[in-house]
């Protein structure tokens, strides 16, 4: 008998109606699946505020974990033949609860030495979060087999509009009734059921070399040069404020306060105006750029860590 942990943290419960669609070819006479769901001590709200998102990032970009509710002895009793993270990206990172998990003690009980797939689902850029997620795992001692990436397929500015839409109000519909369903399409969540049959194969014959090719041929990653670009942008500005806000509200809320809301600006200033930006200049230096983004392409659907 093959035991698999499904590992995971969703507020709206996208991502598990993924989840179960990818496991269910995988559960079976032979296989026995576990489901993990991450458990915060103090849990994010559901839908979002205005301020309750913004305050996020600090401690999302910067990777300061929480407190979670420890997994139940059941979950950490056995060991398993491969683990499925299902994660969300939060400002260019791993959201706060799942890089909490896998800075927990139950997190290297239960990846080191294993085989681990990652399956992100999230609004479209999540590019350098996984190469975060490459670092984790590596720490743990977790070996990376497989990364399906699945997420909203509309243009950016679209994305970011219906998302929003999505976060305050909670439910996953059409702003409107004009504009698309945010988030991964009801499609793509139905079709994720074909990973399953790659994943089984490579877990029957405990062997994952080659999985991430077999996944790449049936579409888990379409990397989109334009946002890798943007990402790895995203990431130079926030840094600086992230650290920059951490160290202001330190010891003092009301100041955290005042440069969240300096940030939010800032942030609507980067979506709708530099962001833009950054897509003319790409589609500017494009050709020239040509054998570049091809290796980077490569690259970011591969499980390969570069050390950077
Ligand atoms: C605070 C916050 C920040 C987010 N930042 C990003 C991001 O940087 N990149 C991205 O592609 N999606 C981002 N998203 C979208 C999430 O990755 C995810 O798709 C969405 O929240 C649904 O996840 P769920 O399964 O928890 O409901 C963000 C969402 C939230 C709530």
């Known amino acids: 008998m093959k035991e698999v942990l499904v590992v995971y943290y969703s507020q709206s419960g996208q991502l598990l109606d993924i989840l179960k669609n990818v496991t269910l070819k995988i559960e079976g006479e032979d296989v026995r699946v576990t489901y993990h769901k991450i458990v915060p001590k103090k849990d ?7 301020e309750s998102f913004y305050d996020a990032f600090p401690e999302s970009f910067l990777q300061i ?51 681990v797939i990652t399956l992100v689902a999230c609004r479209n850029m999540w590019i350098k979060a996984q190469e975060k997620m490459k670092v984790l795992l590596r720490n743990l001692g977790s070996d990376l087999v497989g990364h399906i990436a699945l997420v909203d397929r509309h243009i950016n500015n ?65 990397v989109n040069p334009y946002l890798i670009a943007t990402d790895i942008r995203g990431n130079v500005l926030f840094s600086k404020w992230a650290n920059l806000i951490a ?7 009301a100041k955290r306060k005042k440069w969240l809301v300096l940030f939010k600006f800032y942030l609507l200033f980067a979506i709708w105006v530099i962001a833009p930006l950054v897509y003319i200049i790409y ?17 970011y659907s591969s499980v390969e860590l570069k050390n950077t």
């Open 247 to 253: 160290k202001k509200g330190k010891s003092d809320p």
């Open 158 to 222: 679209i994305s970011v509009i219906t998302i929003m839409h999505w976060a305050f109000g909670g439910k996953k519909t059409k702003m409107w009734g004009i504009f698309p369903k945010p988030g991964v399409s009801d499609s793509d969540i139905a079709e994720a059921e074909r990973f399953s049959v790659p994943i089984k194969e490579s877990l029957m014959n405990g062997d994952f070399s080659g999985l991430q090719e077999k996944l790449l041929r049936i579409g888990a990653v379409d």
């Open 65 to 115: 974990p929480i407190e979670l509710e420890a997994p139940e002895s059941e979950v950490m009793a056995k060991k398993y033949d491969l683990v499925i993270l299902g994660y969300q990206v939060w400002y260019l990172s791993p959201s706060i609860p799942i890089n909490s998990f896998l800075r927990s003690e139950q997190a290297k009980e239960l990846l080191r030495d294993t085989p």
């Open 283 to 299: 589609l500017i230096t494009y050709l020239p750029s040509l054998g570049k983004i091809k290796k980077q392409k490569k690259y």
């Open 44 to 50: 994010f709200n559901f839908p979002w505020t205005q």
